[in-house]
């Protein structure tokens, strides 16, 4: 598979105050052009005498498909306060996603284009993501946490919350030849499971599943 692709992105940072500032920023989607090549073999095993060749393997004949993707369009804002002193900051952000504007495209085969658009336009929905923390410094000593929300990109009205809930925590030291750092991670989802499917909707039914995967994380080192 080979692919070229171009997008465009800006962004500004505005100080409101001597404590706070506000960004802005757009990414454009990302025009791809990608072409896939498939190749592939055939193997004949000879059944008694019912077949005499001399070869064992026919390779076809090189397949490609050319195609165009539009990846989503991207919208971010968020601000930045220092406490007094400069002891720390927090930030929060909201950033756009149009999962929904999604494209895919082939000229020679229209019937294919408007079978995936059709699918994009059915299973994907733009998302909101949100993002709060912040991070205290007291004299070697540093404590943060923050809070990450990503919006379920898919359009499906079942019930199931397939949005990320991540929480993180930490609080380090850090001196001038070392440093010490500890960390918590949360990350809580939901998710539906079909073990199987019958004709009739009525005779089976899917599990759904609060999903939480908590990491935790130590970190030593030294400086040089």
């Avoid at 923050?146 to 990109?153: A, D, E, I, R, T």
């Amino acid at each position: 598979m080979q692919g070229t692709g171009i997008n465009i992105g800006i962004g500004g940072i505005y100080r409101a105050t001597e404590d706070l500032n506000i960004g802005l920023s757009l990414t454009s989607p990302t025009l791809m052009r990608n072409r896939e090549t498939a190749l592939s073999t055939i193997s004949i095993t000879p059944n008694g005498d019912a077949v005499e060749t001399n070869f064992t393997t026919i390779n076809t004949s090189p397949n490609e498909f050319n195609y165009r993707m539009t990846s989503p369009l991207r919208a971010n804002v968020g601000g930045a306060y220092f406490l007094p002193n400069r002891i720390g900051v927090i930030n929060a952000e909201v950033e756009y996603v149009g999962y929904g504007r999604m494209g895919i495209k082939n000229k020679e085969f229209t019937a294919w284009t408007t079978e995936q658009q059709s699918a994009i336009n059915q299973v994907y929905n733009d998302a909101i993501n949100l993002k709060i923390g912040g991070e205290v410094r007291l004299g070697p000593a540093r404590l943060r946490a923050g809070f990450n929300k990503l919006g379920n990109p898919l359009e499906v009205n079942d019930g199931v919350d397939r949005s990320l809930s991540i929480l993180t925590a930490g609080a380090g030291l850090r001196f001038k030849r070392f440093f010490a750092d500890f960390a918590v991670n949360s990350v809580k989802t939901q998710y539906s499971l079909t073990p199987y499917e019958l004709v009739n909707v009525t005779d089976f039914s899917s599990v759904l599943i609060d999903s939480r995967k908590t990491t935790l994380s130590l970190s030593l080192g030294t400086f040089f």
